[in-house]
């Protein structure tokens, strides 16, 4: 069964089909709009696609102007997800001679976006690199086969269709193109090529200065190479051009001052983030710092809650309560335990990211979001309590 606006969509189709077919002179075309035509547009109109589209084959052998038909049908059926049906009816039109060339390139370019559609995308990357060839669709073609090889995973063909892409658009593809860059050090990493994986971040940053993901890999990688000193370098420099990423550089910056003995360097670090970032963090951090060198973090994690209230800052500060000799003493140290691990148990079915383009709100890090597609747009949710 069609549903109603599909139907809906149809009639007018019908219509202009019947008046393409009915300002025809020819006899054997006036056969067919008094006989043939009450059934072609009661085909089209009805819920038999299949039908409809042999109809509009034979109408379209009988009358070149039904190709916008043909092209809108197709649509619709793509549209629809009936991506078979859209290839039928776009495969016809392509093949079909005596087309204006602007029509037959349109027709081969609804056919490339319905291989896309159905997955079956060496066909499609073909189509539109023939389009792009041609100097057609350029643009979209571009667009599309970067799409493919995103898809696909595979990152040097990604990047130099991005780079086509910025030649034809005349727009800067420079943060995808480093978001590219990542992938391939990613997997540099996971094959322990640790001197490519730095190599191609370090690409990745040259193609883009403010890619956090860049500045945070190759951060863990100078971690990892035991250069302390370059790694906190790399991660102030994540946090400086987004200071919504401090949840993922706090714990490494403070490993790496800590590795340097420079304590004084970590807190001058959180002293600036209190200030950049509207985080609690800080705040958590300082106070774990306080009860290491054996001061009460108590006060301060007040002041933490009165200044920037969060789950974080309150869990800190009921862990600190639980430790209170007179709390222990009155009785209500397991009282604040509960609500702590309640707390905690909140804390994890939070989403900790965001993305800023659609607001999906995943629970672990996607480089590219999921819901939008958009590279680099998701990062760590604010964990502040607002009214
Ligand atoms: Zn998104």
Redesign the pocket.
């Known amino acids: 069964m069609l549903d109603p606006l599909f139907s809906w969509l149809l009639l007018p189709l019908g219509m202009a089909l019947g008046w393409a077919l009915a300002r025809r002179r020819s006899p054997a075309v006036t056969a067919i709009s008094g006989e043939q035509l009450g059934g072609l547009i009661g085909q089209i109109a009805s819920d038999d696609p299949d039908q409809a589209i042999a109809a509009l084959n034979t109408a379209a052998e009988l009358d070149p102007s039904t190709a916008e038909l043909h092209l809108q049908l197709g649509r619709m059926f793509r549209k629809r997800g009936e991506v078979d049906r859209a290839l039928r009816v776009h495969e016809a039109l392509a093949t079909r001679g005596g087309l204006a060339p602007a029509v037959q390139l349109r027709a081969r370019y609804e056919l490339a976006q319905d291989y896309m559609s159905a997955g079956v995308m060496d066909r499609a990357e073909q189509l539109f690199t023939e389009l792009a060839g041609q100097g057609a669709y350029a643009v979209e073609a571009a667009e599309a086969i970067r799409t493919i090889h995103e898809q696909a995973r595979e990152w040097r063909p990604a990047i130099e269709a991005a780079r086509r892409l910025q030649a034809v658009k005349g727009e800067s593809q420079s943060a995808a193109i480093a978001q590219y860059f990542c992938e391939l050090a990613e997997e540099a990493r996971r094959e322990k090529r640790t001197d490519e994986a730095i190599r191609l971040v370090q690409q990745a940053l040259g193609e883009d200065r403010t890619c956090v993901r860049a500045h945070l890999m190759l951060g863990e990688l100078r971690e990892a190479a035991g250069d302390h000193a370059a790694a906190a370098r790399a991660y102030l420099k994540a946090f400086e051009h987004d200071p919504r990423f401090l949840p993922d550089v706090i714990e490494p910056l403070q490993r790496c001052f800590a590795a340097n003995g420079d304590r004084d360097g970590f807190l001058l670090f959180l002293k600036d983030a209190k200030e950049m970032s509207s985080s609690s963090l800080p705040f958590v951090a300082e106070a774990r710092l306080l009860a290491e060198t054996g001061v009460d973090p108590l006060d301060h994690l007040v002041q933490g809650l009165e200044s920037r209230p969060s789950r974080a800052v309150l869990a800190e500060f009921l862990e600190a309560l639980e430790r209170q000799p007179n709390l222990i003493d009155s009785g209500l140290g397991r009282p604040a335990a509960s609500l702590r691990k309640a707390l905690l148990r909140l804390m994890e079915a939070t989403p900790k990211y965001q993305?800023s383009?659609?607001?999906?709100t995943p629970k672990q890090m996607f480089w590219q979001?999921p819901?939008?597609k958009?590279w680099g747009?998701?990062a760590p949710a604010d964990d502040v309590l607002r009214a």
């Open positions: 993305c383009h659609c607001g999906f979001c819901g939008c958009h747009t998701t």
